[in-house]
């Protein structure tokens, strides 16, 4: 966790550099498509503040008040980047409109570009390193942190094609329809953003792939049991819950019951980094002769 806390800190000054260097393209050219990458720069340091104290938050042990921990912190902080993102959308569309109709001549657009170039270079590599460690490492926080800094990749590879073309041919009606596209392609990441995270926030299953391993190592592991049924799994920021009732005989010790039980927590956690197993035993008159049948 600490290593993730230390991404998501990187992060706020990546975001930094990166606004510093947009907002001089922008100084430099005057234009509305340079303008709004810039706006959505701000939006990055914002929500990788945001995303910085959610990982804190979610890192703190569980307590009487949230006896299960505070997981879904980082679900509400990527529901947060995705709301902020949202906003950023909507202050591009209105430097957008407000140029439409007032186009503005750029100014040393060469030089503008190859500044925003650099930035989005730095962009594009921590991107990569924010959703392949964030995956690897369960945290919500971060991989919505690194899409949000994708889409602005993708963004300023638009800007910097439209606003060559602009200065090539002279059409500065281009300049604010592409500072309009770019808000279209934010807006969207923003929806995907918080769709998957309220996704987490009510409960969603695991994968089906996940499921299935789930399923396949409890009928493998649980010699002397009859039966497992009513399997239920969630996510939980890094934690995966996992539950499940286990039929076994009517005459067999609790001894003997609990050390299957120990058996099968010990396999699923072999292969489900971070699961937290519930395992509800009930004698053999309990079968429904359904679910997953002990191998």
């Not at 890192?59 to 949230?66: F, S, V």
Request: charged share 15%.
């Amino acid at each position: 966790m600490k290593r993730v806390q230390l991404l998501a800190a990187v992060s706020i000054a990546v975001g930094l550099v990166v606004l510093a260097l947009k907002y001089l393209a922008w100084y430099l050219t005057g234009s509305v498509a340079l303008l709004s990458d810039a706006i959505e720069s701000i939006v990055n340091v914002a929500t990788a503040i945001a995303a910085l104290v959610a990982i804190r938050f979610a890192a703190q042990p569980a307590d009487a008040n949230h006896p299960y921990g505070h997981h879904k912190a980082e679900y509400v902080s990527a529901v947060v980047e995705g709301a902020l993102i949202i906003v950023a959308a909507i202050a591009i569309f209105h430097e957008a409109w407000s140029a439409l109709f007032a186009p503005r001549i750029t100014q040393a657009p060469w030089t503008g570009l190859a500044v925003n170039g650099v930035a989005t270079a730095i962009n594009a590599a921590w991107c990569y390193v924010l959703i392949t460690q964030g995956r690897s490492r369960k945290s919500p926080a971060l991989v919505a942190d690194g899409r949000h800094l994708f889409t602005d990749v993708v963004s300023s590879a638009g800007v910097f094609a439209g606003v060559s073309l602009a200065a090539l041919t002279g059409y500065l009606i281009l300049d604010p329809i592409l500072a309009a596209l770019v808000g279209l392609n934010v807006l969207w990441a923003g929806w995907h953003v918080m769709k998957e995270s309220v996704g987490g926030l009510l409960d969603e299953a695991v994968p089906e792939e996940d499921l299935a391993r789930i399923r396949a190592i409890i009928a493998e592991n649980a010699d002397g049991a009859i039966e497992a049924h009513d399997l239920r799994t969630r996510h939980a920021g890094r934690m995966t819950f996992v539950d499940f009732h286990l039929v076994v005989k009517g005459s067999m010790s609790v001894t003997e019951a609990h050390d299957i039980c120990d058996r099968l927590e010990r396999a699923i956690k072999t292969q489900v980094q971070d699961a937290l197993i519930s395992i509800h035993v009930e004698p053999d008159d309990k079968a429904k002769h359904a679910g997953i049948v002990v191998l």
